[in-house]
T-cell receptor
Framework: DQQVKQNSPSLSVQEGRISILNCDYT??????FLWYKKYPAEGPTFLIS?????DKNEDGRFTVFLNKSAKHLSLHIVPSQPGDSAVYFC??????????FGKGTRLHILP | DVKVTQSSRYLVKRTGEKVFLECVQD?????MFWYRQDPGLGLRLIYF???????EKGDIPEGYSVSREKKERFSLILESASTNQTSMYLC????????????FGPGTRLTVL
């Protein structure tokens, strides 16, 4: 059973527009969420995180929104740039026991 | 800068061989992790270690073992490699637990023939 779901395998967005990547989770014990970005032939790199006590966290062009009641989070990238083309993984943790990654969404930024 | 290195970028082994994947981090991190990444399945945690000589099973430990004799080094061992262990293996480290930023190595693409 997938506890962290990224239902869009891929997404294409025009350069300069907003990219919105979505992630759903099923385990209500998850209270910390992270986004990682991965380029081909490289390991993932941390992008941004959010604790369940917040509903928004912003870092430059990247903002993560958390809707606990819907068990949904989203990553907004604005404006999208060519270097944002990568695979994005959502991850959820219950702090003590586990971390679960989603399957990833491949983002293509179109010129 | 945190550096996590993995001993090989590409590895080809035969079914039944014993395979060692080595990971070294240079930032004195307490926690180290091994994942595998497969198309359509994302990253799945195999094992993790929160201290020297300590290890905990992740979600898919079957067919794998680990060793952490020194803080900076975390080894993943495939006792008898099988074709379904063909995958990209990623090592990571972090200062503390699961909510801390994990720093990943570049990955080892293992092919088992």
């Amino acid at each position: 059973d997938q506890q962290v779901k990224q239902n869009s395998p891929s997404l294409s967005v025009q350069e300069g527009r907003i990219s919105i990547l979505n992630c759903d989770y099923t385990n209500s014990m998850f209270d910390y969420f992270l986004w990682y970005k991965k380029y081909p032939a490289e390991g993932p790199t941390f992008l941004i995180s959010i604790s369940s006590i917040k509903d928004k966290n912003e870092d430059g062009r990247f903002t993560v929104f958390l809707n606990k009641s819907a068990k949904h989070l989203s990553l907004h990238i604005v404006p999208s740039q060519p270097g944002d083309s990568a695979v994005y993984f959502c991850a959820a943790s219950d702090r003590d026991d586990k971390i679960i990654f989603g399957k990833g969404t491949r983002l293509h930024i179109l010129p | 800068d945190v550096k996590v290195t993995q001993s090989s970028r590409y590895l080809v082994k035969r079914t039944g061989e014993k395979v060692f994947l080595e990971c070294v981090q240079d930032m004195d991190h307490e926690n180290m992790f091994w994942y595998r990444q497969d198309p359509g399945l994302g990253l799945r945690l195999i094992y993790f270690s929160y201290d020297v000589k300590m290890k905990e099973k992740g979600d898919i430990p079957e067919g794998y073992s680990v060793s952490r004799e020194k803080k900076e080094r975390f080894s993943l061992i495939l006792e008898s490699a099988s074709t379904n262990q063909t995958s990209m293996y990623l090592c990571a480290s972090s200062v503390t637990g699961f909510t801390d930023t994990q720093y990943f190595g570049p990955g080892t693409r293992l092919t088992v023939l």
